[in-house]
C-alpha cells in the first residue's frame, strides 16, 4: 500500500508508519510517484489537487496502473471548483468515464443516470472491466 503525498504532515506519517508499516510513504507528485509504482493495483483512492485539469490527469494516470476487475476511487465529487470555470473535480470524473466508457462497468444503480458509483460523503468509485 502507499501513501502519496508531495508535502509530507510529520504526525500523519510518524503515525501512518508505526500504526501500518506495510505502508509505503512516497513524498512525491502523484506524476513522479506513478512512474515507480507497478501496474497491477487492487485500487486507487485519488484526493488530491481539486482542479479540473489535475484531477483529470490524476484519473488518467492511476487508471492505467489497477488491474481488470480492480477499483478506481476518489473523494471530493461534489467539489464545485472555480465558479467562473465550472471546471470540478465532478467534472473531470464524468469526462474521464464519458472517454472511457467501455472499460467500466455500468454504475450499481443506473436509474441515477450517473457514469459512476457514488457515496453520500462524496466519495465517487468505478471498478475496471474484467474481461
Not at 26 to 43: C, H, M, P, V
Not at 71 to 81: A, K, S, V
Amino acid at each position: 500500500m502507499y501513501n502519496l503525498d508531495m508535502i509530507p504532515k510529520n504526525f500523519f506519517y510518524y503515525w501512518t508508519g508505526k500504526r501500518f508499516p506495510f505502508v509505503k510513504i512516497i513524498k512525491k507528485t502523484s506524476l513522479d510517484a506513478s512512474k515507480s509504482i507497478n501496474n497491477e493495483l487492487d485500487f486507487v483512492f485519488i484526493d488530491g489537487d481539486h482542479d479540473y485539469e489535475h484531477v483529470l490527469q490524476d484519473i488518467e494516470i492511476w487508471s492505467k496502473k489497477i488491474k481488470k476487475g480492480g477499483l478506481i476511487i476518489g473523494h471530493d465529487y461534489t467539489w464545485n471548483g472555480d465558479k467562473k470555470t465550472k471546471r470540478s473535480v465532478c467534472n473531470a470524473v464524468n469526462d474521464f468515464f464519458k472517454k472511457n466508457k467501455m472499460d467500466y462497468y455500468e454504475p450499481i444503480d443506473p436509474k441515477r443516470n450517473d457514469l459512476i458509483n457514488r457515496s453520500h460523503d462524496r466519495i465517487w468509485w468505478q471498478q475496471k472491466q474484467s474481461n
